[in-house]
């Protein structure tokens, strides 16, 4: 398969995407080999994808070549891919810009993969109210696409209902839905489950109900899936015009498992050795070349549209940064991260009180748009154990993803729309709206400037303002330096909040901020009350002090995950912070005191203590996931979750039991491989065996 690394001829592609993927089935549950091959199988089409890419074609046999090689390298976590899929995705959802049709599946299930629940049920919605079938079917199977457990079994459910899918449809989705390796045994327990009913369906057809068979069975490769099968067909005499299938159900699992005996430790062995032959694996940890010290950046965001600038810069910001850093090996080279940033050469400068030996650095840079990467030459190596700061200017966006520096906004009880600017830089966005040394080991020290248009009336950090000042229309807000910390639990917001406060008995004050109809109406208080509480309880319990002055609360309209732990500005999805006495229930009350307990438990776990790597995620969350329920307990007893946790947290092992299921630890390399742990086995597993 080598030579095809070179290859430019679409003929001999086909019989060898056909082969690995059929490979990949076999190997995708010995997490290690498959990781190699993902990385074996992205370089030998590398070329052909920068070749095709995403572009124009009219060849009928160059089309399905880079549909197939965009398909493996998305499924395969190529950052390019993904992102670029993403694009296309949302110009679609924002813009009504059409997909062109021959990326649509790959759109789809590359959004699903990758994406959060909230775009997993804004797909869904979209493919129910659509008319046009095919549409809705290759909707349906982008949707299949997800890692959530929860959510396929929703899918089934969805399938299944003659209102949503056609009952000619009905099995062939199932078919799709299988390919997934987490749903395999969902797929085959709908089967079972449901047999007599499909008997009496499809019994009549030729075709339907065997091809169902086929694809519900042909991927699984177990002694155990073997014997169910069995006792299934010796239970159920009468399987119909399936039969056969059945009988090719036995055969298939015999040789899956006699082709797994003799062939996995064979290509897992060749798989090691090829790779550490060659060079173009691709390495996403920066160099240990460089130590940052220190980041003193200046943001000006644009929010929104304004007389006061030109529309081009609405939702842009203007950066500029001092990032200090230490020569830990001599080189000529300073690498560190930055995504979707202009750079601005002409300001690139550098200066040292140690190195008096005249070090300058080019006006230019490279990018590696795999790694994020940017790279800029020096006129000789730096002196080790010198130190050195890093002067630049940049432009960046506010997006409408919810990742890096974005937008969010709300509209009042007078129908007015109001902006927010806000971050969220777990677990590689923080090179999104700076230039960092993106990685949890290499901490450092931040502080902010913020220079906010008067029209919004605050700006937040992980720390306190240290000052202010009036320059014309803008209010520029200087905050104090933090402690050392990993780039991803940098936050800032800005906004038009309102504010409420507390203070705790050792003197730190507790915040909550949020929507100003929200905060007015009460809304804000409980978690006021269970932040202040639950930190008194945490520094008693872990002897250790809270190590700032104080924890600020923010609830966002627009936010991926339940809450995010930025040490000192922890920023909530509303509904994990705000709770109305009068509308919300009893669990809406419990979930914002287990989210704001979790989040405060990572002050110490995670921020003071921080692993070096995400492979170690699971020490974060699962002591987190503990912690919390200590805190909870504290501040409400009388809710019995100390006795009720385990029935609780019990339903991961279920997941658990897949094959599709993952170790608590293992090694990841790339952000969408950092992005597959936060799952319920780095959470609720761990938290189990804590």
Known sequence: TKYLVNEEDSLPFVPAFTGLNTIATYIESDFETFDNFKIFYKNLIQNTYKKLGWKELNDANEINLQISTIGVMCSYGLVDCIQYAKSIYQEWIENNKPIPPNFKSTIYSTIIKYGDEKEWFKLLEIAQKTTDNSEKLRMFRGLAATKDYNLIKLLISKV?????????????????????????????????????????????????????????TSRLSSNYDLERIRQFMRKNSNLGVATEAFNRALENINSNIRWLNKNVLQIKTW??????DQSTETNFRLPKNLIPNSYHFKI???????????N??????????????????????????????????ESFTITSNDDKTGLNIEKRYTEDKVTNFITINMNKPCMQNAQYILNMKYKGLIGSNLYGFYRSSYIDKNGNTFYLATTQFQPTDARRAFPCFDEPAMKANFKLTMKRHQNFTSSLFNTPIVKNQTEGDWIIDEFDWTPKMSTYLVAFVVSNFNLIRNETSTNINIEV???????????????????????????????VEYPLEKSTQVAVPDFSAGAMENWGLVIYRENALLFNEKNDTINDKKRVSSVVS????????????????????????????????LGMNFTHPEWRDLEYFFV??????ELDSLESSHPVKFEVNDPNEINSLFDEISYDKVFLFI
């Open 160 to 216: 299944s209902d003659p209102n949503v899918i056609r009952n000619q449809d009905k099995l062939s989705l199932m078919g799709s839905i299988a390919s997934n390796s987490i749903s395999r045994k969902l797929v085959y327990d709908y089967l079972e489950e449901n047999w007599n009913q499909l008997l009496e369906e499809f019994g009549s057809l030729s075709f339907t109900l065997p091809n169902f068979v086929d694809a519900a």
């Open 271 to 276: 798989l090691s050795q090829e790779l550490a």
């Open 300 to 310: 000006q965001p644009y929010i929104g549209t304004n007389e006061t600038w030109d």
């Open 312 to 345: 081009d810069k609405s939702f842009t910001f203007d950066g500029e940064i001092a990032i200090n850093f230490t020569c830990n090996i001599s080189t000529n080279k300073i690498v560190f991260h930055a995504l979707d940033l202009e750079l601005h050469t």
């Open 513 to 543: 901020l949020g929507r100003p109809e929200a905060i007015d109406n009460g809304d804000g208080h409980f978690a006021l009350n269970e932040a202040k509480n639950i930190i008194e309880f945490f520094e008693n319990y872990f002897d």
């Open 598 to 629: 979790h989040e405060l438990a990572h002050q110490w776990f995670g921020n003071l203590v921080t692993p070096a790597w995400w492979n170690d995620l699971w020490l974060n969350e699962g002591f987190a996931s503990w912690v919390e329920y």
């Open 648 to 653: 609780q947290k019990l339903s991961v092992m």
